[in-house]
């Protein structure tokens, strides 16, 4: 795969087979299947990666909150923990046994995880320091057996875990320390079966699961105590990812069905326009989601929390795993290696930004913006930087227009092709240029946005060379708003939306 040939773009040292990766802001790790590889960190949301000091062993689940992340191993050397987002790992005293699935609380003190090797699931309340095995509801009793998905709250409190040993769901309302078998809607059976894949809200009231056993899809609107099996009745779900507030989620099929989705926290599905194929990981983020094919159709996306989904330009490959962070997303495949996310709204590292800055307007040039940092807007004053980040990218990779880079031909600016410029008033022919380039003219305020493609003003870039690429979101409300902004001599060009920044 050339370097970004589409939003998605391949991360550095990323060869080989990653079962697991997980990204927390700008922060990532990445698990290698390979056991020669190991683990793998990366600080700049996936663009880059390096080796941690684990360089060989397979690693099948990661958890990262803040600087404190948990990994489990596939090599039967239990589990690892490290305090400096992955590039240092210390293996724990669970120094044996195979664990599928991990989970953290959002300031990452507490965590679980479950065995794939008849252990159980353990627990800790010191970041990974220390664990313990989880008893059953009788307090003593440890519990046994395969759990190969767990999932926490963001307190860590409450807990949802599904058995691959046949025995349904459990439930914790103490953090881990004891599980409880659901029922099913009766209050009285316990459900039984295979669960492949379980997901629960922020607050831990709301969760959905995925059956291993061919019996479709499950949700609980009690922390996990009953479960109720929807509509869905059939098919193996390898994959749920429910949004925060527990409205909404989607689910990967195993069993050629596609993608599902629901926007009751799980009472009813839909089937998606994706029909067919096996998906193996699903992640959703706000109204954002990605989805990893096992079908060897690659990647897909969704932006709007999983009625619609398109494939996007890595159209082949097996992907393992995704994982989405706000503004960022990262995945991982079998010898695809790493994608991270990139959006086509961006200019060159060394365009200056008209900001405020000490009550006075000056411009600075974008690579040195934070966020934070205010910048003048067309009609709307002064906004503050909410998401700034930068990538690679190489030009003569791609062939499309809206995707390759523009240097305008009277002034020092360079950015990609769907970039707009704020115009009075576009001609016919910019408008049959739009339209050749596949993007449409777009506006902001009372001013028409014309993309560099498409103006006679714009030269195209087509060397085989990286460029460092800049974007930038500015504080709103809505995550599809974005702003005329000033750069180089006044020129009126835009921000770019939370929703486009976000997402692929």
């Not at 590889?37 to 099948?60: K, V």
């Not at 009745?233 to 949004?243: C, H, I, K």
């Not at 994608?339 to 709204?345: G, I, L, N």
């Not at 714009?458 to 708003?481: A, G, R, S």
């Amino acid at each position: 795969m050339s370097f970004a040939k589409s939003k998605w773009a391949t991360g550095s040292n990323t060869a080989g087979i990653f079962q697991t990766v997980f990204i927390n802001g700008t922060n990532g790790i990445a698990c290698s299947d390979d056991e020669s590889l190991g683990i793998y960190y990366t600080t700049d949301s996936g663009q880059t990666w390096s080796n941690s000091n684990i360089i060989t062993g397979s690693f099948t689940s990661v958890a990262l909150s803040g600087s404190i992340g948990i990994a489990g191993s596939g090599s039967n050397n239990g589990i690892y923990k490290t305090t400096d987002s992955g590039a240092t790992w210390t293996q724990t005293a669970v120094n044996t046994g195979d664990f599928r699935s991990v989970s953290l609380s959002s300031d990452g003190t507490k965590g679980i995880a479950g065995s794939s090797s008849n252990l159980g699931i353990y627990y800790t309340a010191n970041s990974g320091t220390t664990w313990t095995r989880s008893n059953g509801v009788d307090g003593i009793t440890p519990i046994t057996g395969d759990f190969r998905s767990v999932s926490l709250s963001s307190d860590g409190t409450k807990g949802i875990a599904g058995s691959f040993s046949e025995l349904g769901l459990y439930y914790t309302a103490n953090s881990g320390a004891i599980w409880t078998r659901s029922n099913g809607v009766d209050g009285i059976t316990p459900i039984t079966g295979d669960f492949r894949s379980v997901s629960l809200s922020s607050d831990g009231t709301k969760g959905i699961a995925g059956s291993g056993s061919e019996l479709g899809l499950y949700y609980t609107a009690n922390s996990g105590a009953t479960w109720t099996q929807t509509a869905v009745n059939t098919g193996y779900f390898a994959s749920v990812s429910l949004s925060s507030d527990g409205t909404k989620g989607i689910a990967g099929s195993f069993s050629e069905l596609g993608l599902y989705y629901t926007a009751n926290s799980g009472a009813t599905w839909t089937q998606t326009d994706v029909i067919t194929g096996n998906f193996e990981s699903v992640a959703l983020s706000g109204s954002n989601g990605i989805a990893g094919s096992y079908s060897n159709n690659g990647i897909y996306k969704t932006t709007n929390s999983g009625a619609n989904w398109t494939q996007t330009t890595v159209n082949t490959g097996y992907f393992n795993s995704v994982s989405l962070s706000g503004a960022n997303g990262i995945t991982g495949g079998q010898d695809t290696g790493l994608y991270y996310t990139s959006t086509s709204f961006c200019y060159e590292k060394n365009t200056f930004i008209l900001v405020l800055e000490n009550d006075t307007e000056v411009y600075k040039k974008i690579c040195e913006l934070k966020i934070g940092d205010i910048v003048k807007t067309y009609k709307h004053d002064y906004k503050k930087i909410k998401l700034i980040k930068s990538f690679n990218y190489n030009p003569s990779y791609t062939r499309r227009n809206k995707r390759l880079l523009y240097k305008m031909k009277d002034h020092d600016v360079i950015v990609t092709g769907k970039h707009g410029f704020l115009v009075d008033e576009v001609t016919t022919e910019e408008i049959q240029n739009t339209k050749k380039c596949g993007t449409s003219i777009r506006y902001i305020e009372d001013k028409k946005l014309l993309p560099a493609c498409a103006s006679d003003k714009f030269e195209k870039i087509t060397d085989d060379i990286d460029f460092e690429l800049w974007h930038f979101v500015l504080e709103n409300d809505n995550i599809d708003k974005n702003y005329g902004v000033y750069i180089n001599d006044g020129i009126l060009s835009e921000s770019c939306s939370e929703a486009a920044f976000t997402i692929l």
